[in-house]
């Protein structure tokens, strides 16, 4: 049984900086790198490395320098691989500054990622997860939703980057990961975290908290996971490695709150590294921290409740 990642495909041209520039201004930043990225890249290679049992990527690519390191990356970690190549269409590419704490701010130009189309999803036999975000076409994105939907595949959608979803797309959906920016633009709400959780009617809803940690919201129970303490070098990928580690462990069987504790723990190995799937830790390194870890202290717990409006 296979888990399969449709979605982008960028080189990430990395730049490290003391702060991320403002509107308007220009910063000197430090050395300059390119690594193997893009939303959808990101989630197959921290599926294929969260130890799913067989991960496939759906992805388009065009036909020129910049495409051969993210196969590579991808066929590294072990993802098989069905490519629309377009040769008259540039490899999706991001602009990422990375500051001292960590923190990043990202321009992607998406390139041969917006060719994917509804025609090109492949046959669903032996898929057991379709894992998808929004760096491609809305309308292929629904497309595939929906078909896998129809084929009694589970549909997790990472709506990232941010903006409202139609009403066709979240009814197909079995699992829905956001941020809390994501989370206010999904939902439409500016209020409480719990609340905007209990809007949405899509049957599991997880919202990802940086520091804080997760809260997921399912069959009408939120569950809490505290962040695990790591010193951030660059969080890029994180919330990707945050989706694909997820869907790993709830395509091996694994509870949700189980699986919540692997994502961010995942997640919080990712940012201790430079770049996106260069950060992505193997199961192992995952499951080394999840036996020493200290997380889901009371205080913590209660801080993170409070945060999403849930009773301490
Ligand atoms: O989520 C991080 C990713 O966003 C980067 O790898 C970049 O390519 C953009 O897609």
Redesign the pocket.
Known sequence: MSILIAG?A?L?FVVRAATIPAPGETVLGREFRTFP???GA?QAVACARAGAASTRMLLALGDDAYAAPLEASLREAGVMLQIVRDASTATGT?F?CVSDSGENA?T?APGANALLKPEHLPSLEGITHLLLQL?TPLDTVTAYARAAKAAGVSVVLNA?PARALPEALLAALDVLIVNEAELAAVSASSGRVADALASLRVPCVVVTLGGRGACARADGEYLLQTAFAVEPVDT??A??TFCGALTAALGRGEPLRDALRFACAAAALACTRLG?QASIPARSEVDNLLRTAQDNQPQQLRALAAHCGLPT
């Open positions: 982008s960028n990430d990225g893009g939303k990101n991001a990422v990202i992607v760096e990232a890029t990928g919330g990707d996106a």
